[in-house]
């Protein structure tokens, strides 16, 4: 099993719609929960962390998990500028572990 | 501010040679990372290195190496060129380690080719 699994996609939903990725991650002990953000040809950029509690940052609502190793995000009313890959990031002792992403296209 | 830079930002080699890629990291920042991303494989774990130390890698064959100067800056040394070496390098970089706040700062990557 992967360290860190998402739906590689692509998503492709018309603007205004409400999106959710899922994320799975095999190890347990992982301490800590992040979505980062790649846009096409271009670097990955945190997105925003995952709370145990769950949180939430305008549009976008992550949650977490624990007995169940799943993450998430959701998008809501998508943006055309929203359209990117969404990569799952989870923490396991001094290591990032990046999952292979998930790619959303929002058209008009 | 500057971000974390790379040159080059393409390479192409043959089998067998050796590549240098090189990072600068943001000011300030004492810790860099190098992930390779790879088509269909997500960002891999290469290194680590916080003051100069190599802190922790990853499952890669000894070939690939690196090392950080005084002045944070690294290189990422890749011998023995393989095909399945093609790939985006990216370094990144964070204050401190990233330990609490999950954050690293990415360069736009250098992209080798392997023929």
């Known amino acids: 099993r992967k360290e860190v699994e998402q739906d590689p996609g692509p998503f492709n939903v018309p603007e205004g719609a409400t999106v959710a990725f899922n994320c799975t991650y095999s190890?347990?002990?992982?301490?800590?929960f992040f979505w980062y953000r790649q846009d096409c040809r271009k670097e990955p950029k945190l997105l925003m962390s995952?709370?145990?509690s769950g949180n939430e940052d305008g549009r976008f609502t992550a949650q977490l998990n624990r007995a169940s190793q799943y993450i998430s995000l959701l998008i809501r009313d998508s943006k055309l500028s929203d359209s990117a890959t969404y990569l799952c990031v989870v923490k396991q002792g001094t290591a990032l572990i990046f999952g292979k992403g998930t790619t959303l296209s929002v058209s008009s | 501010e500057a971000g974390v830079t790379q040159s080059p930002t393409h390479l192409i080699k043959t089998r067998g040679q050796q590549a240098t890629l090189r990072c600068s990291p943001i000011?300030?920042?004492?810790?860099v990372y190098w992930y390779q991303q790879a088509l269909g494989l997500g960002l891999q774990f290469l290194l680590w290195y916080d003051e100069g130390e190599e802190r922790n890698r990853g499952n890669f064959p000894p070939r690939f190496s690196g090392r950080q100067f005084p002045n944070y800056s690294s290189e990422l040394n890749v011998n023995a060129l393989e095909l399945e070496d093609s790939a985006l390098y990216l370094c990144a970089s964070s204050l401190g380690t990233y330990m609490n706040t999950g954050e690293l700062f990415f360069g736009e990557g250098s992209r080798l080719t392997v023929l």
């Open positions: 000011s300030g920042h004492t810790s």
């Open positions: 995952v709370y145990s």
């Open positions: 190890n347990s002990a992982s301490q800590s």
